[in-house]
């Protein structure tokens, strides 16, 4: 059976100091995890935070990823780069990027393309703002935000991980119910068999205030595969107790 991944996703949040004891907590109090684990960091501590996880079964995510290869693009760090950091994951097209950083549906496609061919899993996100829920909106949304992705991926699809991240309930204590989350985690999985044989291999997260109290239940879904878990990533007790509802 497929495993569940949590993937922390720390934000504009960290130290050297800060991360370094986060981490130790994490390590100390991961044993022998029944899930796949990464934490999404900063780029300045992708490579203390990888010496820091080496060995372990905690694996090291991005952020981001620039959409070039290389040259003029000042302030972008490339997939090669990441490649080169022993980096796992990166978070692709995350609401905050889409809002604050204007990336489109095209751009964050073109970003799963140039991961997937540095070898990193690109975390695919995609979500509906209120607005757009409250417009009955939200299935249609999604699903454009993934077809370009699969549109610009073709076969290489079944590599990617998905993390269904609703933009009302991110940050905002406000999750989504167990039943609303799994109802579009369904639309994403049956486009996703759509576009490949291997679509069950694909992890679809659930991400937006995801916390030790209500992960067990989300991640209790029959097409909930994991969690991309911020604020409560940050916090080893709370991120540890998640990974042991991953079980
Ligand atoms: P949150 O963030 O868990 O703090 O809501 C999740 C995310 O934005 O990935």
Redesign the pocket.
């Known amino acids: 059976m497929k495993k569940k991944l949590i993937a922390g ?1 720390w ?1 504009m949040n960290g130290a050297t100091a800060t991360n370094a004891a986060l981490l130790q907590q994490l390590l100390a109090g991961v044993g022998q995890p029944a899930c796949d684990i990464a934490v999404c960091v900063p780029a300045p501590y992708l490579a203390e935070v990888g010496a820091l996880v080496k060995g372990s079964a905690i694996a090291v995510g991005a952020q981001d990823v620039s959409a070039h290869d290389a040259g003029a693009y000042t302030g972008e760090v490339s997939a090669s780069m990441l490649r080169d950091l022993a980096v796992r994951y990166a ?1 692709v097209g ?3 990027r889409r809002q604050y950083h204007g990336e489109t549906d095209g751009v964050v496609a073109s970003k799963a393309q140039k991961a997937l061919a540095a070898g990193i899993t690109p975390i695919v ?1 995609v979500g509906e703002t209120l607005q757009e829920r409250e417009a009955g909106l939200t299935e249609e949304v999604v699903k454009r935000q993934l077809a370009a992705v699969i549109h610009t991926n073709g076969h290489c699809i079944s590599e990617i991980v998905v ?1 269904y ?1 609703p933009v009302w ?4 204590g406000k999750t989504a119910s167990p039943e609303q989350a799994q109802q579009v985690h369904a639309v994403l999985r049956a486009q996703l068999r759509a576009a490949t044989e291997h679509s069950d291999r694909v992890q679809i997260l659930y ?5 030790a109290a209500n992960a067990a239940q989300l991640l209790g879904q029959a097409d909930i595969d994991g969690g ?6 940050l916090k080893a007790p709370d991120f540890l107790a998640i990974i042991a509802a991953a079980a």
């Open positions: 996703n934000k978070i995350h609401s905050e996100c993390a991240e309930a991110i940050g905002t991400g937006g205030s995801m916390n991309l878990v911020g604020g409560a990533s």
